[in-house]
């Protein structure tokens, strides 16, 4: 039996080969990757068929969809954990704080809901609250 020692040696070029190795088109293609592709010219038509951003995301997945509500979750009374809950969200409820304080926003009827039921890719910019 050999020691598994050989074998790995053996074995590395092989793997390196493979591991180095870049595509290559087939020899009959008349393809080049600009003409399969494009030009990117600046817009988001680039390689979507002339019709545009919305073309390219899916219908839950556009970038004006990425604040809406996909899980509900409990608005709080006052920015803790232990506060009373007062509200419910609902699926596809906009998430629009007013303002932020520590991890929580506060919603335009004074609810509070902690940074971590924000929805994912939404991005908010607003000040500290202040009061």
Sequence with gaps: ???P??????????????AMA???????S?????????NWNGDWN???GGKGWDNHWDDDNRP?????????????KYPCDSSGT???????????????YQDWYKNPKGW???????PRRCQVNVGECKD
């Design 1 to 3: 039996m050999k020691s």
């Design 5 to 18: 020692i050989f074998i790995l040696a053996a074995l590395l070029p092989l793997a390196t080969q493979v």
């Design 22 to 28: 870049n595509p290559v088109a087939a020899a009959d």
């Design 30 to 38: 008349d393809s080049s990757l600009e003409e399969r592709g494009g």
């Design 46 to 48: 680039h390689g979507h």
């Design 64 to 76: 004006q969809d990425w604040c809406k509500v996909k899980q509900p979750y409990w608005y709080h």
């Design 86 to 100: 007062v509200g419910e969200s609902k699926v596809g409820d906009n998430f629009a704080p007013v303002c932020k």
């Design 112 to 118: 509070w809901v902690k940074d971590e039921y924000k």
